[in-house]
């Protein structure tokens, strides 16, 4: 067998690279099994760090950051600086790509959670207000920038390695498999605030408990960081990049040749993206202010739920590989119209309701799952060979804006002041932007 050393492609790759591919148990080769569990755990870590922050935007930086402000007010300018990543993440999938062209995948990987890993975790030593004044909104900013940042560095492209190497019959269950990372990083950030809100005094969570789950994040990114290494260097990955299937293009020349795929794709996941936080951060925000219920006990509904999700995402990759990835979006999208209807009909969250509060966040886990399942699928089959990286990770930051960015906000504001059935019109409008994008898209002529 020819060594490592022999190959041109590896002697000249960058120091990590080849440091992943020597802890490699086969040189040069990764199962797709293996190729599965380094996506799920590098999603899981991204998701981790942002639904910490999400959760913290309720139970703490109204009251830490923001204690001048009445309790909605602090927790609406908290969800304002939540959607600072949001805005970031563009910027950072532009900045990233240039040191990927210039330095390699792994540098750009490293670089990219270690500073994801590095801006959560300092969010832990965060002052409040009473010690730093204003400099702490200001600080606490600052690090959500460069999460978003980070975000934008972290797509790696092994989402495509998996699905471009699948069976055709079983693309969508292939597609399927990144995106189990969601909940699994959200049970984990749930679990960690329902632990130390239901064990702990007010006091004590405020004072050490709440910035525990912070320091976790750091551990979680560089686990994350050599499961990714460990695959970029396979010789599966080299081959792809040799096809122009993930090397990234310049962003100018992307927009020019696939902008309308970008845009278009765009609205595809909407549903699923508007509902993301409207079932995970926001009924949390609601819960906190309006009723009375326990949030430690809510959070573990919320984790039952993200639970429910995980199965329906595996059920949307069983459906899409028997109606197409197109069919299973579309219906998941009408389901979650019809969801937004009930809600603005009947409001199923409705203050002390605890079954209506318990039934709004398990329909919407099992809605949430079935239409993320196949999002990031539709997302990279807008875009041929040559455009599919830059052209899949700038799309899926515009969805990710446009969708969920400013979902607690909105939906905290527009309930608070007009009534909770107006978070079930936020809602539906996502519903009918991915049906009315997807009946473009076939207008169109491309295959989301």
């Known amino acids: 067998m020819a060594t490592i050393t022999a190959d041109p492609a590896a002697a000249s790759s960058s120091k990590p690279e080849r440091d992943a591919r020597l802890a490699s148990s086969e040189p040069g080769h990764v199962a797709p099994g293996e190729i599965a569990l380094g996506v799920i755990i590098g999603r899981t870590s991204e998701f981790f760090d942002f639904f910490v922050f999400g959760l913290a935007c309720v139970l703490v930086f109204p009251r830490l950051v923001f204690p001048w402000a009445e309790p909605v007010a602090g927790t609406l300018y908290s969800f304002g600086l939540f959607a600072l990543a949001f805005v970031a993440r563009p910027v950072g999938s532009v900045l990233f790509m240039a040191i990927d062209r210039r330095y390699g995948r792994a540098t750009k990987l490293t670089i990219a959670l270690f500073l994801l890993?590095?801006?959560?975790?300092?969010?832990?030593?965060?002052?409040?207000?009473?010690?730093?004044?204003?400099?702490?909104?200001?600080?606490?900013?600052?690090?959500?920038?460069?999460?978003?940042?980070?975000?934008?560095?972290?797509?790696?492209?092994?989402?495509?390695?998996?699905?471009?190497?699948?069976?055709?019959?079983r693309r969508g269950w292939y597609a399927m498999l990144p995106q189990l990372g969601a909940p699994v990083g959200f049970m984990l950030a749930s679990g960690l605030f329902a632990f130390f809100q239901l064990q702990l005094s007010d006091a004590d969570f405020m004072g050490f408990g709440w910035r525990y789950p912070f320091f976790v994040a750091f551990t979680i990114n560089v686990v994350a960081l050599f499961a990714r290494l460990r695959l970029v260097a396979t010789e599966e990955f080299r081959r792809l990049l040799e096809a122009d299937e993930l090397e990234p293009e310049p962003v100018l020349q992307t927009v020019r040749a696939s902008g309308r795929n970008i845009l278009v794709g765009a609205f595809v996941p909407l549903a699923c993206y508007a509902l993301f936080h409207l079932v995970t951060v926001f009924p949390v925000s609601w819960i906190n202010l309006f009723t009375g219920r326990s949030v430690g006990e809510f959070l573990m509904v919320q984790f039952a739920g993200a639970t429910v999700a995980t199965m329906t995402i595996v059920m949307s990759g069983l459906i899409a590989d028997q109606i197409g990835r197109r069919s299973t979006i579309a219906l998941a999208a009408a389901l979650i119209g019809l969801f937004a209807l009930g809600s603005i009909v009947a409001p199923l969250l409705f203050g002390d309701s605890m079954a209506g509060q318990t039934i709004f966040v398990v329909v919407g886990f099992a809605l949430l799952g079935l239409a993320y399942g196949q999002s990031s699928g539709a997302i990279a089959e807008n875009f041929g060979t040559k455009y599919r990286y830059t052209g899949s990770a700038l799309t899926s930051d515009l969805a990710w804006l446009v969708g969920a960015g400013f979902a607690p906000l909105v939906a905290l504001y527009a309930s608070s002041h007009l009534g909770l059935p107006w978070v079930g019109v936020y809602l539906l409008s996502g519903a009918v932007c991915t049906l009315g994008a997807l009946g473009l898209n076939r207008r169109l002529g491309t295959t989301a």
């Open 117 to 169: 890993g590095l801006s959560t975790c300092l969010i832990a030593f965060l002052p409040g207000y009473e010690t730093i004044g204003t400099w702490s909104a200001v600080l606490l900013g600052l690090c959500r920038i460069g999460q978003g940042l980070a975000l934008g560095g972290a797509w790696d492209g092994l989402a495509s390695l998996l699905a471009l190497n699948a069976p055709p019959s």
